[in-house]
């Protein structure tokens, strides 16, 4: 039977496990690297770059320092169809709060949207408007840091959906609004589409490289000029490029999931690759997302072993037969970072988007990149839509 009792969650990472973390990478083999090659990103992740966050992530990193930054907003843990799910739930005190479910997505986890809680739930602590108060909700996937380990299969995108719409119920909200990226944002569609009369308004938000996606997983426009349709071919040449992690995931997880939890070299490879190519392009060199913060959500992939168990999540998604975009007549707004001048033709080519905003700067991970305008798109979208 399930137990659908919410109890008080909180991080504690065993310092033995630290300390082994530590001394893995203390005594980790790295590749030889090919001359030449340091730098080189056409590859997978530069094996200069990796070393270097290596040795910080050993020597220079503090995890009880970021354990306590988690800590410091309140967590729970409930089961759902006999899975653990891990949340945060922050009540704000403003009297006309309505309820947000963050939904991320991967390689991401609820540290996106960490220091965004207080703006949202406390607006007025920011220097905001005591209207664009939220309850904030920020559920780990199923199989994601602390909604491990997996309790039986059959966990993907729709179950979870099924989860987080009983997990709203649970905590009183018969009425909410959503928001998500990457995996987050199939959930957020489909919570409006299976559960219509509860959500009021959904947000996603995207990045160019949704282009590559055009003929794979979205429908190709109409009426593309032939310099447009050679930028929709770069854009899918360059997700083919990119997509080995998902095509591995999706059809064999289990040797690379072995790999991500029993190497943290692995681990970190895996991960901050996506991060460096895709954040912000203008930060080429540099990083668009602070080295703790990475490395905290690294970390717990590594202290859960979420490495596996994502990747199993990703192939019951891609073996589950659903659609990844469902119709639905809930109020939508859209905010796409790192645009192109083809994201509205492909995303909203009927206009029908009520709110699509497109910024130059930001990336895949829009929270932790430009907190700032990630922030102020949610608040615009959601004032019209309150309840």
Known sequence: MTNTAIRPFRIDI??????????????????????????????????????????YWRDGFDWRVQEAKLNAYDQFVTESDGQAIHFFHVRSAEVGAVPLLITHGYPGSVVEFLELIGPLTDPVAYGGDSADAFHVVI??????????????????????TDAFAELMTRLGYEKFVAQGGDVGAGVTGRLAAVYPERVIATHVNSDRGTLGLVGEQLPMPDGLTDEELAAIKEAQVRWSDQKGYLVLQTTQPNAIAAALTDSPIAQLAWIAEKFQVW????????EAVDRDVLLTNISIYWFTRSGASAAQFL??????????????????????????????????????????????????????????????DVRTFFRAHRG
Do not use: C, K
């Open 14 to 55: 065993p310092q033995a496990e630290i300390d082994e973390l530590r001394a893995r990478l203390a005594h980790a083999r790295l590749p030889h690297v090919v001359p030449g090659t340091e730098d080189d990103w056409g590859r997978g992740i530069a094996p200069g770059y990796l070393a270097e966050l290596a040795e």
């Open 139 to 160: 559920p780990s996937l199923p199989g994601f840091g602390f909604s491990t380990p997996l309790a039986s299969t059959g966990w993907e995108l729709a179950r979870t």
């Open 279 to 286: 954040t912000d392009p203008a930060r080429t060199g540099g």
């Open 315 to 376: 192939w019951e998604t891609a073996h589950s037969g659903m659609d990844w975009v469902m119709p639905s007549g809930v109020p939508q707004g859209w905010a796409v970072f790192n645009t192109s001048p083809l994201m509205r033709r492909v995303m909203n080519p009927g206009g029908s988007i009520e709110h699509f905003t497109e910024y130059a700067e930001g990336g895949h991970f829009a929270a932790l990149e430009t907190p700032r305008l990630f922030l102020e």
